[in-house]
């Protein structure tokens, strides 16, 4: 799990703490990208995204542009 948060932590303006809550939902990379691959667009993928605490809109954009 440190490594996964860690990985997370990498991508422009995803915090640690961004990372936990992330990893939190979604416990493993494998997990989240499956999960985001579900959504038809990415309006519906940061919408999802935005459900975690701490991510808005731009981070959530950015995590989908780094994972998928």
Do not use: W
Not at 22 to 30: E, F, L, T
Not at 42 to 48: C, G, S, T
Not at 55 to 64: D, E, R, Y
């Amino acid at each position: 799990n440190t490594c996964y948060i860690g990985q997370l932590s990498q991508i422009p303006n995803i915090s640690e703490k961004n990372a936990t809550e992330i990893a939190k939902v979604y416990p493993s990379y494998r997990a989240l990208v499956h999960a985001l691959e579900g959504y038809s667009d990415d309006k519906a993928r940061i919408k999802q995204l935005m459900t975690i605490d701490m991510l808005g809109k731009k981070k959530a954009q950015t995590i989908i542009d780094f994972v998928l």
